[in-house]
């Protein structure tokens, strides 16, 4: 299609469908972007559309052609036909989110985020139930060092999005990953490895997109009554992100 076909049509340059919904995309748009752009939900953890796609936690994977594809990272297509919603997929994201669960301490009933975890809102909305793996019980540190932001490093699912804000928003840099497979670990670039010698202020994006309960503003947990929070009434697939319902959660 040439450009000028493309303008007219508002820079959509085709369409493809997700479980037979046919669906525009704009050139460049990842799968992804494309269907959160309609209004379709794709289980995902490590994406945010304000930062470069990371393809790590593999829940968005969808398939295509008989073929696994990262909706946040593979771009649409003409024609392209993506199942999402299948058994197989489904599963394969419990069994996902189960290794998520088991690798930190999710300890949802004692968590001030419980109600606003895009983690939990994800086992709720794909129909996880207890894990049948063993838990790793890891025992890392909480950083409460700095006066407006802790950190429970137990709660971090490496989803980078923190890293990614710090870097891309402001430049900061923050944050980075250390170690490698199962000793990977999120930690603070500063002097001494605590949150209080960093740069990182609270009115940073950096502090606002974790989808878990390891980065929180402090003296605000639960501010908003159970019942009350961004998932307690509406699953994820209607809510959408809990980075965007920061004020509320
Ligand atoms: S602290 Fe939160 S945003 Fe940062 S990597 Fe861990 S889970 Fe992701
Ligand atoms: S959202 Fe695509 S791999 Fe995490």
Same mark, same amino acid.
């Given at each position: ?15 493809? @469908?997700?479980? $037979? =919904?046919?669906?525009?995309?704009? *050139? ?29 936690? +593999?829940?968005?994977?969808? +398939? #295509?052609? !008989? +073929? ?12 392209? *036909?993506?199942? #999402?919603?299948?058994? *197989?997929?489904? *599963? ?11 690798? !930190? ?5 004692a968590c001030e985020k419980s109600g606003a975890c895009q983690l939990q809102a994800v086992a709720y909305y794909c129909g996880m139930l207890a894990p049948e793996l063993t838990y790793f019980y890891p025992q890392r540190t909480?950083?409460? %060092? ?19 804000? #710090? ?6 840099? =923050?944050?980075?990953?250390? !170690? ?9 670039? %500063? %002097? ?20 878990? $309960?390891?980065?929180?503003? +402090?003296?605000? $947990? ?14 994820? %697939?209607?809510? !959408?992100? =809990?980075?965007?319902?920061?004020? @509320?959660?």
């Amino acid at each position: 299609m040439n450009l000028k076909a493309a303008t007219r049509l508002g820079g959509r340059i085709g369409h493809f @469908s997700i479980d $037979g =919904v046919r669906l525009p995309f704009r *050139e460049g748009q990842t799968i992804m972007a494309a269907a959160m752009e309609a209004g379709v939900y794709i289980p995902h953890l490590c994406y945010n559309p304000e930062f470069t796609p990371h393809g790590s936690c +593999r829940l968005c994977v969808v +398939r #295509s052609n !008989g +073929r696994h594809l990262a909706a946040c990272t593979t771009p649409a297509a003409e024609g392209l *036909e993506v199942e #999402s919603y299948t058994d *197989e997929l489904q *599963e394969q994201r419990r069994e996902l989110l189960q290794m998520l669960f088991v690798e !930190g301490n999710h300890v949802c009933p004692a968590c001030e985020k419980s109600g606003a975890c895009q983690l939990q809102a994800v086992a709720y909305y794909c129909g996880m139930l207890a894990p049948e793996l063993t838990y790793f019980y890891p025992q890392r540190t909480v950083d409460a %060092s700095h006066p407006d932001i802790a950190i429970d490093y137990n709660r971090c699912i490496l989803c980078e999005l923190c890293v990614r804000a #710090s870097r891309e928003a402001d430049g900061k840099n =923050v944050f980075s990953i250390a !170690g490698r497979g199962i000793h990977a670990h999120l930690q603070i670039n %500063s %002097s001494t490895g605590k949150l209080k010698d960093s740069d990182l202020e609270v009115t940073d994006k950096a502090a606002h997109v974790c989808p878990t $309960g390891a980065i929180l503003p +402090r003296n605000l $947990g639960y501010n908003i009554p159970m019942g009350k929070r961004p998932y307690d009434q509406k699953p994820i %697939s209607l809510v !959408g992100d =809990v980075a965007d319902h920061e004020e @509320s959660s």
